[in-house]
């Protein structure tokens, strides 16, 4: 089959694999119809690599047609139309029991001291062969895959996987219903279904900070009060915007490739310079992080309010400005979404009146020969990608 495979910094290439099999009783195989680029793999494109192989499948973000199922999964069979959530949990330990399927016990990475393993994501997550292929092995699937109905468009239910319930954990760790006032940086796609979410959620006051024309325009026009990040005095705009105090909560949907960070850049990029053994030491030793954005947030959030991050960091060193957290009594939440957990919640607002706009959420639908060029696209923010769809 073909997969688009990872072979260096910003090198990706669409090559001949073998076909995956069944290989435990809990597995099955899905024919993928769409399987969608993410900020997540941008990560991989360029900060990340000492954490891959040369060949490793790419991809968090697809949905399909069940191929064969495995004898231990029972809710799903061939023909089944079905979505994979990016993390791969098995929906009976503890800790899926208490809805944190990110940390599931027996996908667990004790290993690397990392939580549960995730489709297409290095290393440090089980190295599992991603979903930017023709088909896909999903394991666990006797609990993970989201069986959706016949009719309407793959891109009405591909965004189960990964962009719906990111967004909708971070606003519900931002305080959901219980806030008035939301400041969400970054406008790509995980900030810009934030927005929507706080807007179906009857959140008064959501305002969105990026830097791209086209990604502030897309919000402005639903109805985000945006602010550019490039503007005179973002902090000042925003607190006049929000009573003089600040918003109840702000969403990081940035992460750790933030603009504006010239030192995080200058050791990115010099990890990227290294051998995989060295730059990982360096990462797991020094800061590595931008972290423009999360330090951003902490300056804008009112006392005692809410930082909610769903953007990826990496670092292990990188300072903190714990006195500012602990004087302005700010509660921090964060982490991988638990994608499972937040389906039923989601599940209403994908209905014909499409209240999200999922139906037209990308703006690119490519085939999957051209992923390379299409992650250049989306990295480089060029020709307005904002979500790209690879069709296998
Ligand atoms: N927690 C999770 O489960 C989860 C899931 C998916 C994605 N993510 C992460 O969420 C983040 C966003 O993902 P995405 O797909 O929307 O990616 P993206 O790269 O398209 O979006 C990031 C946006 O942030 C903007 N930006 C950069 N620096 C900024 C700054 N200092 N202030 C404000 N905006 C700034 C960029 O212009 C861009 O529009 C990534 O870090 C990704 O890894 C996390
Ligand atoms: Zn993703
Ligand atoms: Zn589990």
């Known amino acids: 089959m073909k997969a688009l495979t990872w072979h260096g910094r910003r090198d990706v290439r669409v090559d001949e694999v073998p076909d995956p099999t069944i290989e435990q009783p809990t597995d099955a195989i899905v024919r993928v119809t769409s399987t969608a ?57 503890w800790m899926c029991g208490q809805g944190l399927q990110t940390q599931c016990e027996t996908t667990q990475n004790r290993d690397q001291e990392m939580g549960a393993s995730l489709l297409g994501y290095t290393k440090l997550y089980g190295q599992v062969p991603g979903g930017q292929a023709e088909y896909l092995r999903v394991p666990q699937a006797q609990y993970g895959p989201i069986k959706v109905p016949e009719g309407p468009s793959d ?40 927005t929507r979410i706080a807007q179906q959620r009857g959140i008064a006051n959501v305002i969105g900070v990026d830097l791209v024309p086209e990604r502030n325009a897309r919000a402005r026009a639903h109805g985000v009060d945006v602010v550019d990040l490039e503007g005179d005095d973002v902090v000042a705009e925003i607190r006049e915007k929000t009573g003089g105090r600040g918003p109840d909560a702000v969403i990081d949907a940035v992460g750790m490739e933030a603009h504006g960070a010239p030192i995080g ?15 990982r030491k360096l990462m797991e030793n020094a800061g590595v992080d931008r972290l423009s954005a999360m330090n951003l947030a902490f300056e804008l ?46 599940l209403p607002l994908l209905g014909d009146d499409d209240p999200l706009g999922v139906d037209d959420f990308a703006t690119h639908r490519v085939p999957l020969a051209e992923a390379p060029r299409a992650y250049e696209m989306f990295q480089k923010k060029e020709d307005g990608a904002i979500k790209v769809v690879l069709s296998p």
């Not at 996987?161 to 796609?189: F, H, K, N, R």
């Not at 200058?266 to 060295?278: E, R, S, T």
Request: hydrophobic share 45%; net charge negative.
């Open 155 to 194: 891109d009405r239910f591909l965004f189960l996987s990964d962009v719906l319930p990111t967004a909708w954990q971070a606003v519900e760790y931002a305080g959901g219903e219980d806030i008035d006032s939301l400041v969400v940086l970054g406008l790509g796609p995980i900030g810009d279904m934030a």
């Open 37 to 93: 680029i993410c900020g997540s793999d941008l990560h991989l494109y360029e900060v990340l690599g000492p954490f891959l192989d040369e060949g490793d499948i790419l991809g968090h973000e697809p949905m399909g047609i069940v191929e064969e199922v495995g004898a231990e999964v029972s809710h799903i069979a061939p023909g089944d139309r079905v979505v994979i959530p990016f993390n791969i949990s098995c929906g009976h330990c």
């Open 265 to 279: 850049k200058l050791a990115q990029n010099i990890a990227g310079l290294l051998p995989d053994a060295v730059a």
């Open 301 to 346: 959030v009112r006392r005692g309010g809410t930082v909610s991050l769903s953007g990826v960091y990496g670092g292990t060193a990188d300072p903190l400005p714990m006195l500012n957290i602990f004087d302005k009594q700010i509660q921090i939440r964060m982490g991988q979404a638990n994608v499972k957990r937040w389906v039923d919640d989601i």
